[in-house]
Structures are given as C-alpha cells and as structure tokens.
C-alpha cells in the first residue's frame, strides 16, 4: 500500500507516452507552449491534447477524401485492359493503418491499377539558422531540423505507402517533375504479365506424366 500523498506534494507525471515519437513531439510543443507563455503548469499538457485531437480530426477528413477520390478514379478505368497508371498529384497524408489506405491498395491491385505519387512540394530545404521564413523562429535550429525531418518523413508516408503497394511509386524532394512524369510514362509503355497454363491431364494408362526436368 502507497502512503497517503500530502496535499501539497506536486502531481504526480502522466505515464510516459506509448508512442515515443509521438511522446517527444508532444514535449517540444508544451515547452514551446510554456516558453511563450500559452499555457502554465500542469493545463499545457490537456491544451497540446485537445488542439492535436482537433488537428487530427481535420487531417483524417483530408486523407478520407483524398483516398475516395482515388478509388473512383481506380473504378472508373477498371474495366479497360492491360495495365493502367494513376497520378496523385498531392502533398502526401500519414500512414496510420487506416482501413480505406487498405482497401484503396486492394481495388487497384485488381485493377490492374499503379499509384505514382506526386509530391507537389518538390524541393525543400531544411530550416536554416533562425530566418523570418523559418516557423517557429525563436525554437533553437536543431529542434527546428529535428521537426523539419519529422514532417518530411511523416507527412507522406502514407501516399508512398500506397504508391509502392500498388506497384507504382513515388517522385518526392524534385522540382524537375518532368523527368518523373517521363520516368512513369516509360514504365507503362512496358508492363509483364505473367500467367500460368495448366497441363492436360495424362490419358489413362498411357503412363505420361507431367513434371519439371
């Protein structure tokens, strides 16, 4: 049993956070938070909670759409022959195990469908050393290269992720984006399909047999 805790012992630290990329990111934008002066005490970490929760409703719409938007055009050529291409001309969304990402990669696989992702950002620098064009100006430049990485990588994980799935793939940190569009048109000018025919059954009693030599 646990000593009764006096009344002014400090509260006690939340459990630590399951997802440490996630758990670190929160810490940074509570102590940014704090630094400016947004949030005191113990409310900064229910603040950084509700403003990620609202944020994360509004990116999951987003995805939502973008991946029906997808599927219809999968259905709209899925009854033509040979292999068909599909360009997602987009800023890319997150991978997070959601059903639709899943089902979208399934209908263009029997569709004989190929995703390409387009990221339309192009080229990115990272932040530099404390610009006006940097956000969060006042936040020292590695934590700024260190959330500047985080958002490279995760913001379009998932469209790669489809993109590769579909047999497609992805034309990221490139303001050259004709030599990605030729790039996939080269590649759907020369598609293999592979089949399989099954041998004819042996006549009874004649002794043939099939097999590899």
């Given at each position: 049993m646990?000593p009764?805790?006096?009344?002014?012992a400090?509260?006690?630290?939340?459990?630590p956070e399951?997802?440490?990329?996630?758990?670190?990111?929160k810490e940074?934008?509570?102590?940014?938070?704090?630094?400016a002066?947004?949030c005191?005490?113990?409310?900064?970490?229910?603040?950084?909670r509700?403003?990620?929760?609202e944020?994360?409703?509004?990116?999951?719409?987003?995805t939502?759409?973008?991946?029906?938007?997808?599927r219809?055009?999968?259905?709209?050529?899925?009854?033509?022959?040979g292999?068909?291409s599909?360009?997602?001309?987009s800023e890319?969304?997150?991978?997070?195990g959601a059903k639709?990402?899943r089902?979208?990669?399934?209908a263009?696989?029997?569709?004989?469908?190929?995703?390409y992702f387009?990221?339309?950002?192009?080229?990115?620098?990272?932040?530099?050393g404390?610009?006006a064009?940097?956000?969060?100006?006042?936040?020292d430049?590695?934590?700024?290269?260190?959330?500047?990485?985080e958002?490279?990588?995760?913001?379009?994980?998932?469209?790669?992720?489809l993109?590769?799935?579909?047999?497609?793939?992805?034309?990221?940190?490139?303001?050259?984006?004709?030599?990605?569009?030729?790039?996939?048109?080269?590649?759907?000018?020369?598609?293999?399909?592979?089949?399989?025919?099954?041998?004819?059954?042996?006549?009874?009693?004649?002794?043939?047999?099939?097999g590899s030599r």
């Amino acid at each position: 049993m646990q000593p009764d805790r006096p009344d002014s012992a400090p509260a006690a630290e939340p459990p630590p956070e399951a997802n440490p990329v996630g758990g670190s990111i929160k810490e940074r934008v509570k102590l940014r938070w704090k630094t400016a002066s947004l949030c005191t005490g113990t409310s900064c970490d229910g603040m950084v909670r509700a403003q990620a929760a609202e944020l994360d409703t509004r990116r999951q719409g987003r995805t939502r759409l973008t991946l029906q938007t997808v599927r219809r055009g999968i259905e709209a050529f899925a009854g033509l022959h040979g292999r068909k291409s599909l360009l997602l001309l987009s800023e890319g969304f997150l991978q997070d195990g959601a059903k639709e990402l899943r089902e979208v990669a399934a209908a263009a696989r029997e569709a004989n469908a190929a995703v390409y992702f387009i990221d339309v950002r192009g080229l990115e620098a990272l932040p530099g050393g404390g610009s006006a064009a940097d956000s969060e100006p006042t936040t020292d430049p590695r934590t700024r290269s260190v959330m500047r990485f985080e958002e490279s990588v995760f913001e379009s994980a998932g469209a790669e992720a489809l993109a590769e799935e579909t047999g497609g793939f992805s034309v990221r940190h490139t303001n050259d984006l004709a030599a990605g569009f030729e790039r996939i048109a080269q590649e759907s000018r020369v598609f293999y399909l592979l089949g399989f025919y099954r041998p004819r059954a042996s006549r009874p009693g004649s002794g043939a047999s099939c097999g590899s030599r």
